[in-house]
C-alpha cells in the first residue's frame, strides 16, 4: 500500500474503516493497525458482511481510499 503523493515518506500505520454492507455509503473507523494484519472484534451478529477500506498515513497525512 503506498500514497499517491507521499513525500517519499515511510508509511507509519494504516487506518482501517468498516461498515456493515447494508448498501450505504457511510464507514467509521475501525482501528488502526501498525502491521500488515487487522483483526476486528466483537462483531455482532454473526454472519454479517462486511467491507472495509483502508488507508495508508504517514508525516504528511492519510492516503486515498
Known sequence: VSTLIDGGAVISH??????????GDVFTLAGTSYTLTFTHDNLSPSGIIMIYK????????EGPT
Do not use: C, E, K
Open 54 to 61: 483502508i488507508t495508508a498515513v504517514n508525516y504528511v497525512g
Open 14 to 23: 494504516y487506518l482501517v474503516y468498516s461498515n456493515n454492507g447494508d448498501g
